[in-house]
């Protein structure tokens, strides 16, 4: 026991109580930060992806996530019909279609 009460003597920081918590208003102002820069931009824009995919429509015009361009010919739950050539048609995933390709189209030119 008296091993176990030095130890935790030794443990115990030299600015007492005062610096225990500025350590903790440092780790959640680290959250905070981490949490506005990081965790909610991303969240935002896997929310304005979704949105996107569930508002396609039978010809508008796409681009896959592997940069094949086509039409949508039909729309099922999961999967998408893509015809890319003249009467070449193709099932993809609808979790693989990246963007519109106005969209793509726009900010290309915006370079």
Do not use: C
């Given at each position: 026991?008296?091993l176990?009460?030095?130890f935790?003597?030794?443990a115990?920081?030299?600015?007492?109580?005062?610096g225990?918590?500025m350590m903790?208003?440092f780790?959640i102002?680290?959250?905070?930060?981490?949490?506005?820069?990081?965790i909610?931009?991303?969240?935002?824009?896997?929310?304005?992806?979704?949105?996107?995919r569930?508002?396609?429509?039978?010809?508008?015009?796409?681009?896959?996530?592997?940069?094949?361009?086509g039409?949508?010919?039909?729309?099922?739950?999961?999967?998408?019909i893509l015809?890319?050539?003249?009467?070449?048609?193709i099932?993809?995933d609808?979790?693989?279609?990246?963007a519109?390709?106005?969209?793509a189209?726009?900010?290309?030119?915006?370079?």
């Amino acid at each position: 026991m008296n091993l176990m009460t030095a130890f935790l003597m030794q443990a115990a920081p030299a600015g007492g109580a005062m610096g225990g918590s500025m350590m903790w208003i440092f780790l959640i102002a680290m959250f905070v930060i981490m949490y506005f820069f990081m965790i909610r931009p991303q969240n935002k824009k896997q929310k304005e992806i979704a949105n996107f995919r569930k508002s396609l429509q039978v010809n508008q015009k796409v681009i896959t996530a592997g940069g094949i361009h086509g039409v949508i010919k039909e729309i099922n739950d999961t999967d998408v019909i893509l015809e890319i050539a003249s009467n070449v048609r193709i099932r993809i995933d609808k979790n693989s279609i990246f963007a519109a390709a106005a969209d793509a189209n726009s900010s290309q030119a915006a370079k």
